[in-house]
């Protein structure tokens, strides 16, 4: 089993800067895909970013490309979400996730992901 923190969440103001922390353990999360995820209220939970087992490629959703980036530290454990350049419409409880098909391609499909965390709020004011 796999269990995920999430932090780093919070209120910011429209075009500022957060980073999300995605802390693992139970499991070495270093052969897993890893992927953050969101949900604002009356809507469903959307793909984010993903990002391989080893760091090398990284996939994000359109509505974030260019203001997003997610990183790994498979020595820590960690997971990382740095988001720029915030919006409004960014607001949501932000999930980490883990897909524990080893060595994986990134997927979009939240029901491929075996391991959630709880979730942190981002508000951003407008």
């Known amino acids: 089993q796999v269990q995920l923190v999430e932090s780093g969440g919070g209120l910011v103001q429209n075009g500022g800067s957060l980073r999300l922390s995605c802390a693992a353990s139970?499991?070495?999360?270093?052969?897993?895909?890893m992927g953050w995820f969101r949900q604002a209220p009356g809507k469903k939970r959307e793909f984010v970013a993903g990002?391989?087992?080893?760091?090398?490629?990284?996939y994000y959703a359109d509505s974030v490309k260019g203001r997003f980036t997610i990183s790994r530290d498979n020595a820590m454990n960690m997971v990382y979400l740095l988001m720029n350049s915030l919006k409004p419409e960014d607001t949501a409880v932000y999930y980490c996730?883990?897909?524990?098909?080893?060595?994986?391609?990134?997927?979009?499909?939240?029901?491929?992901?075996?391991?959630w965390g709880q979730g942190t709020q981002v508000t951003v004011s407008s």
């Open positions: 990002i391989e087992w080893s760091g090398s490629r990284a």
């Open positions: 996730a883990a897909d524990d098909s080893q060595f994986g391609g990134v997927t979009a499909a939240h029901d491929e992901y075996d391991y």
């Open positions: 139970g499991r070495t999360i270093s052969n897993y895909v």
